[in-house]
């Protein structure tokens, strides 16, 4: 069975999150590290938005009111509330064995590990394919700025609704995978850390978005902690990938790599507030 590395890196910065995500991609693309799963929070909550989203469309105002962070991803996608959560990150080589060349038909490969960590936590997700656009239209809510109405290829659901949010990039050769483990759901905080031409909008599209999305602690009944959380997902990915996951620590070109990030990027207003 293949090794793979595990990083449980507990909970970073915004920036330093993000720019961890690149490092690793980078060193994987140098042969510096093998393929890595890494879970983590963030220190503070964080709204993260799509590498090609607006920053027009975030109430910066109302982010400094309620203490929370700003990132923009290096993945696209639309807003992500980062706090009641576990975040995962896969890294691994475009021309590996089990990558099919397909960026959607890699996502469902890479989710194999999100359906069995649902699976330990004893919720039966499934993924849905939305290739018809019936399908897609089931998932979707248009014209909301928020992550979980926007539909994937595939979409990982439990009892109907979207239980992850995921994005990814391809830079170097490389595949980099994250997304967002719901353990609970604060939409209200959400919505009102983004733009809406009105309030009657806002609350249209809130309602959408709660019809869509569900947290872990909705569909089970009970508080499951980040810690229970993250050993279901390793056992989960594991299990998913067909793959060991070993426990392993960041290399010192990698913490290097990722402070250089933090400076010229993702800790840059010029990267958060590009678009």
């Known amino acids: ?5 595990l990083l449980p890196t507990g909970r970073f910065s915004p920036a330093e999150n993000m720019a961890l995500d690149e490092a690793i991609l980078i060193a994987h693309s140098q042969g510096l590290v093998p ?36 990132v923009r991803r290096p993945t696209g996608g639309r807003a992500v509330l980062h706090d009641r959560e576990v975040t995962y990150s896969i890294v691994v080589s475009e021309s590996h064995p089990m990558m099919p060349r ?25 993924m849905v394919s939305l290739a018809s656009a019936e399908e897609r239209q089931k998932h979707e809510s248009p014209g909301s700025a928020a992550c979980f ?22 830079q170097r050769g490389v595949i980099l995978q994250h997304g967002s483990i719901l353990l609970d759901l604060d939409a209200d905080l959400l919505f009102s850390v983004l733009y ?11 309602a959408q978005f709660l019809q ?23 056992s989960g990915f594991a299990k998913g990938l067909g793959v060991e996951l070993v426990d392993g620590r960041l290399t010192p070109q990698e913490n290097r790599i990722m402070r250089e990030l933090v400076a ?12």
């Open 1 to 5: 069975m293949e090794t793979w590395r």
């Open 35 to 70: 393929p890595t799963v890494r879970f983590y929070g963030w220190d503070p909550p964080t709204l993260s938005i799509g590498y090609f989203q607006r920053i027009a469309e975030v109430d910066r105002a109302a982010l400094q009111a309620n203490g929370l962070g700003l």
């Open 102 to 126: 397909s960026v959607n038909e890699s996502y469902r490969v890479l989710s194999m590990g999100l359906v069995e960590g649902f699976r330990n936590l004893g919720l039966e997700a499934r």
């Open 149 to 170: 109405d926007s539909p994937s290829w595939y979409e990982l659901v439990v009892e109907g609704r979207k239980v992850t949010g995921s994005a990814q990039t391809r």
């Open 196 to 206: 809406f031409s009105s309030d009657r909008l806002r609350e249209r599209l809130k």
């Open 212 to 234: 869509k999305a569900v947290s872990i602690k909705q569909v089970s009944g009970r508080d499951v902690s980040f810690e229970e959380a993250e050993a279901a997902f390793r």
């Open 264 to 275: 010229t990027k993702y800790g840059n207003p010029e990267w958060n507030e590009k678009r």
